[in-house]
């Protein structure tokens, strides 16, 4: 018989230093689970990680019962919670959705505030900022993926939402994922 796959997600963050993703790491598998996705990185001198970890009930129980003495070991704050795994998209296609703009305020929320209007869930985003080649002007980059519903008239979509890009002044391109 089966078992259902349990899931565990771990936040962490605090000061970065050589070593934590090894300590974090070794402490999941030491508990005989295994990460599954995860999401890491440092933002400013804070080291940030997102973990999904699977295991058994039980030995979930194990990694979280150790997370509060890892977290004095490496001076980071770790929170966690129990979820199950990721229901059917349904009928959502992946689009990729990829922005750049001279760096300012509201990048993001207007960007958010497009798909949230159309009941478009957006699953992953990673943005950054860097200067412009030649220039040195500072410059902003979005990179997500959208659910988009199989229904919605996509063409409509992607115009609608090139024009609303066209009028903050940011080049967009949407485009659905491929593989």
Known sequence: MATQKTYLVISALGEDHPGIVNQLSRV???????????????????FAAMLLVEGRWNTLAKVENGLPELGRQLGMTIVSKRTSGRAAGGNLIPYAVDVVAM????????????????????????????????????????????????????????????DYCD????????????G
Not at 32 to 41: A, Q
Not at 167 to 178: C, F, Q, S, T
Request: proline share 4%; charged share 20%; hydrophobic share 45%.
């Open 28 to 46: 999941i598998l030491e508990h005989g689970c295994n990460i599954e996705d995860s999401r890491m990185t440092v933002l400013g001198g804070e």
């Open 167 to 178: 009028g903050l002044n940011l080049d967009a391109v949407l485009e659905p994922i491929k």
């Open 103 to 162: 760096d300012h305020p509201g990048i993001v929320n207007n960007l958010a505030a497009f798909f949230a209007e159309r009941n478009i869930n957006i699953e992953d985003m990673a943005t950054s900022t860097y200067a412009a080649a030649h220039t040195g002007t500072p410059m902003f980059s979005v990179h997500m993926t959208v659910g988009i519903p199989a229904d919605l008239h996509i063409a409509g979509l992607r115009e609608e939402f090139m």
